[in-house]
């Protein structure tokens, strides 16, 4: 069973940094498309970044430039550097990758299969 592990959240100053990470096990065919949503009080879940696996990322409008998401191969891992925050970026964060799958439509285009539990991320002005 793939196990998602979020950390890193916490509370922060407007203009303050948090990184948030995504530990991954028993992750077994290679790299998965993986992303990192955000659920604020009262909005949808919005995927924030996502990276793929030929490494390329995405980032919505309100954090490009402020938000770098990145991975590692071993240990399996995600991470979110957070710079700049903003009250708005308050929110539970949550890690998404899709199937542990050899075929990669499902592993690299397919649906986001295991989420972790979130971490909440508190940013006051």
């Known amino acids: 069973q793939v196990h998602l592990a979020e950390s890193g959240g916490g509370s922060v100053q407007a203009g303050g940094s948090l990184k948030l990470s995504c530990k991954a096990s028993?992750?077994?065919?290679?790299?998965?498309?993986m992303a990192w949503f955000r659920q604020s009080p009262g909005r949808e879940r919005e995927k924030v970044a996502h990276?793929?696996?030929?490494?390329?990322?995405f980032y919505t409008d309100t954090v490009q430039g402020r938000f770098t998401i990145s991975q590692l191969d071993y240990p399996r891992e995600l991470y979110l550097q957070m710079d700049n925050v903003k009250p708005e970026d308050s929110g539970t964060y949550y890690c998404?990758?899709?199937?542990?799958?050899?075929?990669?439509?499902?592993?690299?285009?397919?649906?986001?299969?295991?989420w972790g539990q979130g971490t909440q991320v508190s940013v006051s002005s």
């Open positions: 990276i793929d696996c030929e490494l390329r990322r």
């Open positions: 998404a990758f899709s199937e542990d799958s050899a075929d990669y439509d499902k592993r690299c285009l397919g649906e986001f299969r295991y």
């Open positions: 028993r992750l077994e065919i290679g790299r998965n498309y």
